[in-house]
């Protein structure tokens, strides 16, 4: 009887909280349907260039709006080849469709390996699909989701197929390179050759589709990064730890940006050292994702990688009295960011409590009991 009345509630709560879903995302859905809608699909790359046999990166570079720019690894687009035969809104649909499914399994995925309850489980889901930084990621056509799906698989299941599929969350190179050195300081070296292969055939196949020369080939999405930078002042408005290095006026193009990148890199390896040996891989997973949010510069949809993180904080909550509060707190206003700014109204930039708050919340959970992991 008791297990039929629990079953009832569940059912229960999942239709309210349904209900509430469908009814706030009509807004949404409008905005990611609308022409200034998906921006940031890699569609665009596709459709108008890859799929003619025309490298994109290249072209980018010429200053063919056509190509719509996009800096990530050449196996994301090879992966997502098959939206050349969409036309836009039908590509906006689709992947708004993938990306509704991987918030659902990324968190069921997550909760079952690390046994969360049913109700949290649920709660948790609609958080996350309720929350403004979720909807500014749908909107945009982003896909942080994406990677995040393939960055969480090893901490899932153990197996070759899941060392092998992490790999290609190193195609958004400023979140999956922590996973990168992470098998780097575990000294994992046999899963960081299986990881590396998914990029290694997409540079190949990419480099064949196009016709271009496979060592050059390798580099191009790099070059057109550092083109991206050099021009617009866009990218170095965004705000990371190390951002002083590069915005100052007293070290010229490209030095500033290959320093920062240096002091980043190097700094961001010892603390993943460090986060290689916590035993909980559910709170190692979390660091990884804090740790990228911190060290390389990243737009507010990306926050969407914490999710790892606001399952760590309620299935651990209560257990360090202040410490399980600060981190819940800091789930809702990571994920209702643009909202509390919005309300606030301060004319304050955020971008630096976020980078100070991320920092303390990495510390102090790294702070937690340590054994070696191998």
């Known amino acids: 009887m008791k297990i039929k009345n629990n079953f009832i509630f569940f059912e229960i709560l999942i239709i309210f ?38 490298n994109h990166y290249r072209s980018s570079c010429s200053g063919d709006s056509n190509s719509h720019g996009g800096t990530y ?16 809104s039908q590509a906006k ?37 309720f929350s403004i930084i979720t909807r500014i990621h749908l909107i945009m056509g982003q896909n942080a989701l994406f990677v995040l799906f393939f960055f969480t698989l090893p901490f899932v299941s153990k197996s070759k197929l899941s060392f092998f ?39 190949l196949i990419y ?44 070290l010229i193009f490209p030095f500033n940006l290959i320093l920062t990148l240096l002091v980043a890199v190097i700094l961001n390896y010892l603390i993943i050292v460090k986060i290689s040996r916590v035993a909980d891989d559910l709170l190692k997973l979390s660091c990884l994702n804090i740790s990228a949010l911190i060290f390389m510069p990243h737009y507010s949809h990306d926050y969407v990688i914490l999710i790892p993180f606001i399952i760590y ?19 809702i206003y990571f994920f209702h960011l643009q909202g509390i700014k919005q309300f606030l109204n301060l004319g304050f930039d955020f971008q630096y409590l976020n980078i100070l708050l991320l920092s303390l919340l990495l510390f102090f959970n790294l702070k937690q009991k340590k054994t070696p992991d191998f």
């Open 17 to 54: 909280l349904s209900a509430i879903l469908v009814v706030s995302y009509k807004s949404t859905l409008s905005e990611m349907f609308s022409e200034k809608g998906g921006m940031d699909l890699i569609f665009y790359q596709i459709k108008n260039c890859i799929s003619q046999g025309i």
């Open 207 to 250: 480099s064949f589709i196009t016709n271009q020369n496979f060592i050059n080939n390798i580099f191009d999405p790099f070059f057109l990064m550092f083109n991206i930078e050099k021009n617009t002042s866009e990218k170095a408005s965004l705000i990371f730890l190390f951002s002083f290095i590069l915005q100052n006026k007293f």
């Open 93 to 129: 649909i689709l992947w708004g469709i993938i990306n509704f499914f991987l918030i659902f399994l990324i968190i069921f995925l997550l909760c079952k390996k690390f046994e969360v309850d049913k109700f949290s489980t649920i709660i948790i889901i609609f958080f996350v699909s």
């Open 313 to 331: 904080s309620v299935k651990n909550y209560g257990e360090n009295f202040i410490l399980s509060r600060v981190n819940l707190l800091s789930c």
């Open 165 to 203: 599929l992490s790999g290609l969350s190193y195609v958004k190179y400023n979140i999956g390179y922590t996973l990168f050195f992470y098998y780097m300081a575990s000294k994992k070296f046999k899963i960081l050759l299986i990881s590396t292969l998914p990029c290694v055939f997409g540079w």
């Open 73 to 88: 690894l050449q196996a994301i687009y090879l992966i997502l080849y098959p939206f050349k035969f969409f036309d836009v």
